[in-house]
């Protein structure tokens, strides 16, 4: 599959604006690096400017390990070192910068956290993309999204949206996928072997890239930031998630390839984003 000429091709006065400011709301006490794998994937995968949204006692130790050319936001947090409610007005603000926003990786399932996160997702009308604790604070919410919504649930977070067991979403993988997109106005990226991608608009896609190994802490992270870099760049929310789910299979693959199954780790995934993009 090749990639659109909107994302390979720019023009020579091209800025940074052009590509895209995408705004990640992750992290928590102990999960500050999925927070870290999203952007760092984001940038690798085309984002003019990559802003993180993240408990303050994080932006500190963050610091020394993020790349330079990620930015942060601190906000305020819970007694637990995760998201406060109190951040909404903060987030709210700083969204009218951003062109997309990315919800879920390493947010924790503090009840406040969750409630926050409902909160920026009913709230907040910008393109989402929502992941992880993000799908974990929606639970069993049953109503109709806004419509620039995307949703990455692996089976067990499906299970947990839908009510159905895990086995019956992977029986009907497909099924379950379209129906859902359908009943709730949301695009659906059903994670696990041939990731399914479906919207509210007959669109389908089953992707044929990756393998087992990327069956390791951190990969959907970094599947988030791709997709919300996409977005960024200018795709809809079908060939977004489309085309990143078929390069992040591909970066797995070509990573596979250089340290194994085995071996292989999210940030590996990251790495192989350049040599993916060049073969795509």
């Known amino acids: 599959m090749r990639l659109p000429t909107r994302l390979l091709r720019r023009k020579a006065d091209s800025h940074k604006g052009d590509f895209g400011h995408v705004f990640i709301l992750a992290g928590s006490a102990g999960l500050s690096g999925a927070a870290v794998l999203c952007a760092k994937a984001a940038l690798r995968s085309g984002a003019g400017l990559v802003t ?32 406060n409610a109190a951040a909404f007005r903060k987030i709210k603000e700083f969204s009218r910068k951003a062109d997309i926003i990315a ?3 390493g947010l924790s399932q503090n009840k406040t956290t969750r409630a926050l996160i409902r909160r920026v997702i009913s709230g907040i009308d910008k393109p989402m993309v929502i992941d992880a604790d993000g799908l974990n604070s929606l639970g069993k919410q049953r109503k109709q999204f806004r419509g620039n919504i995307i949703l990455t649930p692996h089976p067990g977070e499906m299970s947990r949206l839908t009510g159905l067991p895990v086995p019956v979403i992977q029986k009907n993988r497909k099924k379950v996928a379209k129906e859902f997109a359908n009943e709730y106005n949301v695009e659906i990226v059903l994670k696990g072997k041939n990731t399914i991608v479906a919207d509210n608009k007959d669109n389908f896609y089953v992707n044929k890239t990756g393998n087992p ?3 390791k802490a951190g990969s959907g992270d970094v599947l988030t930031g791709i997709i919300a870099a996409f977005l960024g760049q200018g795709l809809d929310l079908f060939q977004a998630a489309k085309y990143a789910v078929h390069l992040h299979g591909l970066a797995g693959d070509l990573a596979a390839k250089k340290k194994t ?8 995934i990251i790495d192989m984003l350049p040599e993916a993009i060049k073969k795509s």
């Open 261 to 268: 199954q085995i071996s292989m780790t999210a940030s590996d």
């Open 213 to 215: 190994g990327m069956a």
């Open 52 to 83: 993180l949204g993240i408990p303050v006692s994080l932006n500190k130790p963050l610091i020394k390990i993020k790349p330079p050319e990620i930015m942060t936001l601190p906000l305020p947090e819970t007694k637990e070192g995760s998201l």
């Open 103 to 105: 919800v879920g990786p």
